[in-house]
């Protein structure tokens, strides 16, 4: 069976500091990943996502960037924190057209 | 206008209690459509999926009308244990698979 693993659960940042979110993928095989941020009390805001290795594109300007190194890994990072980065970042995959995401269990992020 | 819409609420019930929950959305070419519950700093995890002749798990129903672009979700019998955030998610025909998120409703079920 397919299972998601994010890590780390909970992370606590000085301004300024490098980030690295890791994301994979077991059981399937070139899946199409997301990254997704949630703000305290806000929606779901999608980051980027990816169709294959080294295909990245993203939806919104920011502070951050995605690579896809291999094909069941995703990693979101930041060169420097900035405190709006704060939020609960989710990596989701998708076996295919028709199919709904599953999420991974999520990144807290404080950025102090 | 954004492109998924939900009643933020919250919804406040009793145990036992029928609620119902509408999402409409913008774009007239999604295809797919999903329920989702959120349990408080938890991931999203899908409850089902909405099919155009309407879909039914247990004590919960899923109508789509494509006409007026709206899906519903029904819970009847409600329990303490639905008490989370009911997201609305909506597929727009793409290779990339992205899935638009609605803001979610908020169930609080009271004893």
């Known amino acids: 069976s397919q299972t998601i693993h994010q890590w780390p659960a909970t992370l606590v940042q000085p301004v300024g500091s490098p980030l690295s979110l890791e994301c994979t993928v077991e059981?399937?095989?070139?899946?199409?990943l997301y990254w997704y941020r949630q703000a305290a009390g806000r929606g779901l805001q999608l980051l980027f996502y990816s169709v294959g290795i080294g295909q990245i594109s993203s939806e919104v300007p920011q502070n951050l960037s995605a690579s896809r190194p291999q094909d069941r890994q995703f990693i979101l990072s930041s060169k420097k924190l900035l405190l709006s980065d704060s939020g609960f970042y989710l990596c989701?995959?998708?076996?295919?057209?028709?199919?709904?995401?599953?999420f991974g269990s999520g990144t807290r992020l404080t950025v102090v | 206008r954004k492109e998924v819409e939900q009643d933020p609420g919250p919804f406040n019930v009793p145990e036992g209690a029928t609620v119902a929950f509408n999402c409409t959305y913008s774009?007239?070419?999604?295809?797919?459509f999903f329920w989702y519950r959120q349990d408080c700093r938890k991931e999203p995890k899908l409850l089902m999926s909405?099919?155009?002749s309407g879909n039914e798990d247990g004590r919960f129903t899923a109508q789509l009308n494509r006409a007026s672009q709206y899906i519903s979700l029904l819970i009847r019998d409600s329990k303490l244990s639905d008490s989370a955030t009911y997201l609305c998610v909506v597929n727009i025909v793409s290779n990339t698979g992205k899935l638009i998120f609605g803001q979610g409703t908020t169930l609080q079920v009271k004893p």
């Open positions: 774009n007239s070419a999604s295809q797919s």
């Open positions: 909405v099919y155009s």
């Open positions: 059981g399937t095989s070139n899946p199409n």
């Open positions: 989701a995959w998708r076996p295919g057209y028709g199919y709904g995401y599953t």
